[in-house]
């Protein structure tokens, strides 16, 4: 099957921030107690954090990183985690029904992401909470001195504050999951006072509202429309959240679940758009597609579990074996994010950590890459630039969730000389024989080429091999102002172009 491509060097799309590319870690589970902090174990630092787990991370140079929460933020009192370990109570968390230790907290989290060049994005409780809590919070975090909660965190060894510039005001508070989930209404005040206090404090912060938990909610869109009425001029970003999954074993329906995310996407980009011209607003909301990822596997049967266990500590929770059918989702949904930059600034892969994450770790064993860690690094390494429009000329098919999907999906991204491709075939059994014609990019030459292709669909990483990850590839030069070759069926390419 011939497919014609073509990126022209005008034809730009937006400037990615980084921030595309962040990640989000809560306390549940086996995520923070074992994932990234295990004392004892062979290769724990002087404060308790796994090395090899942070290289995992460091390697996929994450510029950001949502914390503590989740579900787990919507009932959590931050003060248990400050002062003297030994001090520190233990709860119960009601959202995983489990016990916390609280021996992280802010301050040992922040240690660990400031080793790691990684900022911080900090949820605050408006849940079970309220503005004061959040207040003296960023008081605590971000003021210099000569306040009660600088002075303590002060005493608490810290002289210095982390200056953070994210906030997320609460987490999925539509969800009648959530402890002290609210009506839109009360809720967009409750996120615009607590907005107007957080400005007060830090005037440069970025404040992040929670929209719908994800677009099968009931109330959705009306949702977002209601809480940008109440604080749209005092907010920069409003929050959305999907996770995907294939239990009916249709990979091309799967695979159309990007061009869902899609419409998703669309869908509140025009609710932003109608609540800015309704108030006459001066300034700009973007979307933070702050929790995603595949979320299926052990789905079920973890929702049974936790549900009915007597309160344990950090037990082994959602953590999903990925395949090699989800590397090639994953690809895809970050390949849709880059075409959509002009909307989401900010996305986190949810999670980093052994609850639904790239990165798997065993207590006192071994850390490992999961399938879907390559596309999350390939795009967070090579994905930062201006993205490029990219037409698309092939074979197409329908599914359930969507019509005319393509069987290619690629996205582009410029910077500095260079032009990357990021390129999926999710034809089943098809060879693509790909022409990407490279308007304004005179002289363009191949400069590496990786590839992930070759796999059963079902096939996955574990602790003893890593079977799926990039190779080099060959067959795709450019010839004639074009990239060209064959692209094998259900493969993943990354290339670039010097130009």
Known sequence: MRVNAAIHRDFAISEIDDRLYAAFIEHMGRAIYSG????????????????????LVRDLNIPAIRYPGGNFVSSYNWEDGIGPKEGRPVRLDLAWRSKETNQVGINEFATWADELGIDMMLAVNLGSRGIEEARNFMEYVN???????????????VEKPYNVK????????????QIGAKQAREYGRLADETAK???????????IVCGSSNDQMPTYPEWERSVLEECYEHVDYISLHKYFGNSSRDTLNFFGKIEETGRYINAIGGVI?????KKRAKNDVYICFDEWNVWYHRREEDSRRW???????????LEEDYTFEDTLFVAGLLNEFIRRSDRVKIACIAQLVNVIAPIRADKGGKAWRQSIYWPYQLASLYGRGTALRVAVDGPKYDCEVASDVDYLDI???????????????????ETLDLRLSL?????????????????????????????????DGKGLAVEDGALGGKLAPLSYHVVRLKV
């Open 166 to 177: 994210m906030w997320c005001l609460g987490n999925e508070m539509d969800g009648p999951w």
């Open 411 to 429: 996205s582009a991204v410029t910077r500095d000389g260079t032009v990357t491709v990021f390129i999926v075939n999710r034809h089943l059994a």
């Open 36 to 55: 990234i902090y295990e004392p004892g174990h062979a290769q724990a630092d002087g404060n308790g954090f796994r090395r090899d787990v942070a290289q």
């Open 439 to 471: 308007t304004g990019y005179p002289g363009a030459s191949v400069e590496f080429h990786k590839v992930i292709e070759g796999h059963d669909l079902m096939a996955t990483n574990g602790p003893d091999a890593e079977p799926i990850a990039p190779t």
């Open 197 to 207: 206090a957080l400005r007060a404090m830090t005037p440069d912060a970025e404040l």
């Open 307 to 317: 549900r009915s266990w007597d309160w344990p500590e950090a037990p082994a929770l």
């Open 143 to 157: 003021h210099p001195s000569g306040s009660y909660w600088s002075d303590l965190r002060r005493k608490h060894g």
């Open 273 to 277: 758009d109608f609540v800015k011209a």
